[in-house]
């Protein structure tokens, strides 16, 4: 017997476990990571590792931005995760140590450590993970994980991923460390960046058209409020 989760198991775990309504906007941006982590979660070759965990949370974060009401949100991140039967502590936890280490160190020396050129005896956890990683020939790679990568870059140095050649050398080097594709790594965050740009230009059609309709409403309201004089009898 095949007791394999589907896609339609882990939507309905979700939806039980966060039974409030999700804007529009948002809700297809959650379903399509809610199908991406169940696709990898039931996959064979799926190992967890701290840099998919940075990347979850951090795409997590950035297609969120803007979210009301804000407090929804740890609802739905914690729904998501357990829906896909992963604790969203450890996730969280993960992505903090990462992005500490990250900016503690210059962009330069996270390249060396992430390609595996010169580990640094800073985080033993984190090194075995570089390690199993370069050395798991069926290492499964992802969208997330690549976003986990570029955002530990990011939070090492700033100024280096805005600079696309520097940047595309720092994504070619670590790529080669860990025996994962330069091309895929490329690819995954040029969509990546894309799909960033696109929310942000939805969310800003969505605020206008908010506030657009305040004004109607508003303008309306004033238009009921304001008192008509009576006409004068004739005298």
């Known amino acids: 017997m095949n007791n394999l989760r589907t896609v339609s198991d882990t939507k309905r775990t979700f939806y039980n476990l966060h039974t409030r309504p999700i804007n529009t906007i948002y809700r297809r941006v959650v379903e399509e990571l809610m199908v991406e982590m169940h696709l990898l979660s039931v996959n064979v070759d799926y190992s967890y590792d701290p840099i998919y965990a940075l990347g979850v949370v951090t795409a997590f974060d950035r297609f969120m ?79 997330l994980f690549a976003i986990g990568l570029f955002t530990l870059l990011e939070y090492s140095e700033p100024e280096l991923v805005k600079d696309e050649k520097k940047r595309n050398e720092a994504l070619k080097t670590i790529a080669k460390g860990l025996n994962i594709s330069d ?42 409020n304001t008192k008509v004089a009576p006409p004068k009898a004739n005298e």
Not at 80 to 101: G, S
Not at 187 to 213: C, F, G, H, P, R
């Open 65 to 143: 931005e803007g979210y009301q009401p804000e407090r929804d949100k740890e609802s739905i991140f914690h729904a998501l995760l357990q829906a896909v039967e992963q604790d969203p502590q450890r996730y969280k936890h993960d992505a903090q140590r990462l992005q500490a280490l990250a900016t503690s160190i210059s962009a330069s020396e996270l390249t060396a450590w992430l390609s595996q050129q010169t580990p640094l005896d800073r985080d033993a956890d984190f090194q075995g993970s570089l390690q199993a990683i370069a050395n798991n020939p069926k290492f499964k790679y992802s969208r």
């Open 183 to 224: 091309d895929k790594l490329n690819k995954d965050l040029e969509i990546y960046y894309s799909n960033i740009d696109k929310m942000s230009q939805a969310l800003t059609v969505m605020s206008d058209m908010l506030l657009a309709d305040r004004k109607k409403r508003e303008q309306r309201a004033q238009q009921s």
